[in-house]
């Protein structure tokens, strides 16, 4: 985070470790630490790193490893760190940061496109007190939807259109009316009239097509558990075409990932004959160094004698780290925890999501600490209580984890100890679950 500037997007440089905040040393942070950090914010590109405390002096430890990064990571979580240095920083050399952007997800309202093929198009929904809903079209227009598409870094709003063809939201359906001119930076700045909740039906939601990122093709993942995995094809001409190359690797593959905003990569893979595509090729060939925004940045004019010497394959990724406005980053996007079949969402069965499917955790060696891991996550207080033997019924699907070994500390289930994923010797009988306070 930020702290002490005039903004989100300015000030003191602190990370999280564990439950404290440490203020980061000015010798330890540098203009591509500075680059991811903004980026991870959704702050832009840094403009300036002021050394010696410009922001005010921090309280409490201090972060005490140089950041190494390359400048490309989507979040600091990826970037190397040094040893623990020798010598104490001190808070006279607090490091600053401003970033290009004056604001990021304004206030404790975020938003976000859901259900489009692309980053850039989809069902409007608004984060408004921890809780996701839909926006009713009836007030939603044209300048509207440029604003979005500009605070979303998706270009100008090409159409809004109606009847729904971006599925149907789960959440309320917030009936807000903005009042935008279309200049402002982002719908916070606009005027709104707040009417709340109303009885609007799914089928009027509002959505958007946006235009995508200035100079560059938009990507999308298909055959996939989300839209942050699956086989790549590019749209080009008027057409979505396959991506075919012979070397594709995780290169390549971070660079779709960031340029669709889904994180980092995990997988860079060919897929299997059923899952290959069989319609037009829109791109033959590409070479990526890996820190590009977006594909068509990379080498994709190589020779002939290149292209003969290898069989050229459709390709594909699976990312993770999907983020979203919501305020806080969520490193942990791609992977999610639940609790179901509770009384609320605060206590029930234990929940991950992994490589694009649901399951559960076995309770072998499941006790508090680990507990108390989910329910912090979860923002659910402390843990109350680690129960096993599946005792909010049994899960289906994978069983992810087992000989989970938290020490209570952890920022998310899957930093703890534990066995490898999907490896296990367990029932869904023996389903874990928690209670939190």
């Known amino acids: 985070r930020l702290v002490g500037g005039n903004s989100p997007c300015s000030g003191r440089v602190e990370i999280r470790d564990g439950t404290q905040w440490k203020t980061v040393c000015d010798s330890d942070f540098g203009p591509k630490a500075a680059d991811v950090v903004c980026r991870e914010l959704q702050c832009g590109a840094a403009l300036s790193v002021p050394r010696a405390a410009h922001f005010g002096e921090g309280v409490g430890p201090m972060w005490d490893r140089e950041l190494q990064c390359a400048g490309s990571e989507s979040f600091l979580v990826f970037c190397p760190m040094g040893s623990p240095r020798d010598q ?39 984060h408004v007190l921890g809780t996701w809903g839909s926006l009713c079209a009836s007030h939603w227009d ?20 109606r009847g729904g063809p971006f599925g149907r939201g ?97 997988t860079a893979y060919n897929p299997p004959k059923p899952q290959r595509g069989t319609g037009p090729v829109g791109l033959r060939g590409v070479r990526c160094a890996g820190h590009e925004a977006n594909l068509t940045l990379c080498n994709t004019s190589l020779p002939e ?17 999907e983020w979203h406005c919501t305020g806080p980053p969520r490193l942990w996007a791609g992977r999610q925890v639940r609790l179901v079949n509770g009384p609320g969402r605060c206590a029930g069965r234990v929940e991950i999501y992994y ?24 923002g659910c207080g402390g843990a ?32 703890c100890p534990a066995g490898s994923w999907g490896q296990h010797d367990c029932g869904h009988k023996e389903d874990a679950g928690v209670n939190c306070s």
């Not at 009936?175 to 001119?181: E, I, K, L, Q």
């Not at 209580?385 to 899960?395: D, I, P, R, Y």
């Open 142 to 161: 044209l300048l509207d939807a440029h604003v979005l598409c500009r605070h979303l870094d998706c270009g100008f709003a090409e159409s809004i259109p």
């Open 355 to 378: 490589q694009g499917s649901w399951g559960t955790i076995c309770d072998d060696s499941w006790d508090l600490p680990d507990a108390t891991v989910v329910c912090h996550q979860l």
């Open 170 to 266: 789960t959440g309320p359906v917030w009936r807000d009316s903005f009042h935008c001119d279309g200049t402002e930076a982002h719908l916070g700045q606009c005027p709104v009239t707040a009417l709340g909740a109303s009885p609007c039906s799914h089928e009027n939601n509002a959505a958007v097509i946006c235009s995508g990122p200035a100079g560059s093709a938009s990507l999308r993942l298909v055959g996939g558990g989300s839209r942050c995995d699956g086989r790549v094809e590019i749209f080009q001409h008027g057409t979505w075409g396959r991506v075919l190359d012979d070397q594709w690797d995780m290169q390549e593959a971070s660079v779709v990932c960031r340029q669709l905003r889904c994180g980092e990569a995990e």
């Open 384 to 415: 109350v209580k680690a129960v096993g033997s599946a005792h909010f019924g049994e899960g289906s699907g994978q069983i992810w984890l087992d000989a989970v070994n938290c020490s209570g500390a952890e920022a998310a289930l899957w930093d």
């Open 305 to 321: 004698s290149v292209l003969a010497a290898g069989i050229a394959e459709d390709v594909g990724v699976v990312c993770w780290g």
């Open 88 to 126: 104490p920083c001190t808070h006279t050399d607090a490091a600053g940061l401003t970033c290009t952007r004056k604001d990021s997800c304004w206030g404790d309202t975020g938003f976000r496109l859901v259900n489009g093929s692309t980053a850039c198009e989809g069902r409007v929904e608004i």
